[in-house]
């Protein structure tokens, strides 16, 4: 698998990235949803260097232009519902996009450190020679990701498979890049440096899915 660290070059993106993470700033529910989908908007644009393109030419007013259109067939796919404004933000700029979604969540069952990951919900297209975006804003152990893989595969086989995240954990990003082929690609604004005991990415910022949408009651 390729990793693309994003913020390992200086942009914009970093600005996003900041008010997302700061205590005093994220509590904006409408402006945590807004940044991640900007941040979205900013991964699905480095993304789509990597992606197949043939000449094209467009007829204008006064003449032809010659230019390279993307050839893909992509399908996004999300996982609830942390994924939901990721996914807006990949849609704004991959206008033509088929698109999935399913719900993965961590259940826990004895204690808040163990938990499994529960899939339900689940809608998508034939996956058959696609390009397949697979996005979640939080890469922690990588489990979700996984999951949502797995349970993804009975659609078909992709032609090639980018997972977009905003921020991992080391530990979720080695997970995904032995767990997916090694000619897959993750597209993420950071990495961070551990997780701690409830499986939480430190400094990470939290819960993304609290923080867009607000808290949910474990059941
Ligand atoms: O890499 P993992 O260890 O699997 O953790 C990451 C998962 O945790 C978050 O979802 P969460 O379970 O909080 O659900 P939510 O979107 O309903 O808040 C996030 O959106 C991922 O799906
Ligand atoms: O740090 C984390 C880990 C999982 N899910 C989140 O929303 N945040
Ligand atoms: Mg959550």
């Not at 970093?14 to 900013?42: A, H, K, P």
């Not at 404004?85 to 163990?114: Q, V, W």
Request: glycine share 6%; with cysteine; charged share 20%.
């Amino acid at each position: 698998m390729q990793i693309h660290n994003i913020s390992q070059q200086n942009s914009i993106l970093n600005t996003f990235l900041s008010e997302i993470r700061n205590i005093n700033i994220q509590n904006d529910r409408m402006r945590f949803r807004r940044n991640i989908e900007r941040i979205g908007e900013i991964l699905g644009y480095e993304l789509s260097k990597s992606l197949n393109y043939q000449s094209n030419s467009v007829e204008t007013p006064l003449g032809n232009s010659d230019i390279n259109l993307m050839e893909n067939d992509i399908v996004l796919c999300s996982v609830l519902r942390a994924g939901v404004p990721l996914h807006n933000g990949l849609l704004n700029y991959f206008d033509n996009a088929e698109n999935a979604f399913i719900s993965a969540y961590r259940h826990h069952k004895d204690n808040p450190e163990s938990f499994e990951i529960i899939v339900e919900y689940l809608a998508c297209p034939n996956l058959e020679g696609k390009t397949l975006v697979l996005a979640d804003p939080m890469l922690a152990t990588g489990q979700s990701m996984v999951a949502t893989f797995e349970a993804l595969k009975p659609f078909g086989t992709p032609k090639e498979i980018h997972l977009v995240s905003v921020i991992g954990a080391q530990h979720g990003v080695d997970f995904v890049q032995n767990s997916f082929e090694s000619n897959s690609h993750l597209w993420i604004a950071a990495i961070d440096e551990t997780l701690n005991d409830k499986g939480y990415i430190i400094p990470g910022l939290g819960d993304a899915g609290d923080l867009a949408f607000g808290e949910k009651l474990q059941h």
